[in-house]
T-cell receptor, first 114, second 112 residues
Framework: GENVEQHPSTLSVQEGDSAVIKCTYSDSASNYFPWYKQELGKRPQLIIDIRSNVGEKKDQRIAVTLNKTAKHFSLHITETQPEDSAVYFCAASELTGGGNKLTFGTGTQLKVEL | DAGITQSPRHKVTETGTPVTLRCHQTENHRYMYWYRQDPGHGLRLIHYSYGVKDTDKGEVSDGYSVSRSKTEDFLLTLESATSSQTSVYFC???????????FGPGTRLTVL
């Protein structure tokens, strides 16, 4: 089955700096890569996703890049703000039409300091 | 937030007792999923459903069963709860297999 590794486990940045979180996956059949943000005591919420037919996707201050050859993908947050502080999870799956069986990384605790 | 509720939101039970968690959605989405979240493990898929009465196993299905008798409800049952099943359980829904998953608020289960 799929295995997703995520680094770093904790990340502390100064407000306004950029943050980068990296994930690797093992199954070359995976073609869907979402990123979720989870605030303390809250539910995970999708912030961005990418499919394997594109190499990069941006949404305002958030971007995701995908390298299929190396089997890794990254989340980039620019101009970080205190409200970006949360746990971020990457995930991977193969979209087959029979159900989206996501495999998650173990999470990155991002702290944005003033 | 998508129309997803989970009940109960918190439960404390004893080892060996049966427990049923409920996920209810008002979005008429076809796909429903149960995950557990534990420190150091992220979220792990337990079971999922791709339609009424259609379910399949996920990564960590041992000790769990599910049922879906109508579109809006997906039940997760622990037949005989163990301390290793202490966790936060999240339900998720998606409109199709290729759409994003929306998560419910979670249920914190403690098995003593």
């Amino acid at each position: 089955g799929e295995n997703v590794e995520q680094h770093p486990s904790t990340l502390s940045v100064q407000e306004g700096d950029s943050a980068v979180i990296k994930c690797t996956y093992s199954d070359s059949a995976s073609n869907y890569f979402p990123w979720y943000k989870q605030e303390l005591g809250k539910r995970p919420q999708l912030i961005i996703d990418i499919r394997s037919n594109v190499g990069e996707k941006k949404d305002q201050r958030i971007a995701v890049t995908l390298n299929k050859t190396a089997k890794h993908f990254s989340l980039h947050i620019t101009e970080t703000q205190p409200e970006d502080s949360a746990v971020y999870f990457c995930a991977a799956s193969e979209l087959t039409g029979g159900g989206n069986k996501l495999t998650f990384g173990t999470g990155t605790q991002l702290k944005v300091e003033l | 937030d998508a129309g997803i509720t989970q009940s109960p939101r918190h439960k404390v039970t004893e080892t060996g007792t049966p427990v049923t968690l409920r996920c209810h959605q008002t979005e008429n989405h076809r796909y429903m999923y149960w995950y557990r979240q534990d420190p150091g493990h992220g979220l792990r898929l337990i079971h999922y459903s791709y339609g009424v009465k259609d379910t399949d196993k996920g990564e960590v299905s041992d000790g769990y069963s599910v049922s879906r008798s109508k579109t809006e409800d997906f039940l997760l049952t622990l037949e005989s709860a163990t301390s290793s099943q202490t966790s936060v359980y999240f339900c998720a829904i998606s409109e199709s297999a290729n759409n994003e998953q929306f998560f419910g608020p979670g249920t914190r289960l403690t098995v003593l």
